[in-house]
């Protein structure tokens, strides 16, 4: 499975962003996905995961409230709505596909990886 993230750039704290991940094929729907990111000098982290279903969701307690991850099936496509940005949402944000159907807030459930996009917000 390969998958291609788009959606990221420049945002002003307060402004927003939604970011989209496409999967290369149908695989992705029957697994939970999720976002992750990556600030420099920082390891990777948990954001956003969701079931196969897309009825279950979590979020990193530091999003919680801002974010919305989603999906489309149909399309292979997970998306990250990103409302109410702040300068410590900067970094490299990854989609990932993971080995279950359900959610999963764990690094090491997720199998594929997009090659990532830049999210950069100034205050």
């Known amino acids: 499975v390969q998958l291609q993230a788009s959606g990221g750039g420049l945002a002003q704290a307060g402004g927003s962003l939604k970011l989209s991940c496409a999967a290369s094929?149908?695989?992705?729907?029957?697994?939970?996905m999720g976002w992750f990111r990556q600030a420099p000098g920082k390891e990777r982290e948990f954001v956003a995961t969701?079931?196969?279903?897309?009825?279950?969701?979590y979020y990193a307690e530091s999003v919680e409230g801002r974010f919305t991850i989603s999906r489309d099936n149909v399309k292979n496509t997970v998306y990250l709505q990103m409302n109410n940005l702040k300068p410590e949402d900067t970094g490299i944000y990854y989609c990932?596909?993971?080995?279950?159907?359900?959610?999963?807030?764990?690094?090491?459930?997720?199998?594929?990886w997009g090659q990532g996009t830049q999210v950069t917000v100034s205050s």
């Open positions: 990932a596909v993971s080995l279950y159907s359900q959610a999963s807030t764990v690094i090491s459930a997720y199998r594929y």
């Open positions: 094929r149908r695989t992705s729907s029957n697994n939970g």
């Open positions: 969701i079931g196969w279903r897309g009825d279950i969701t």
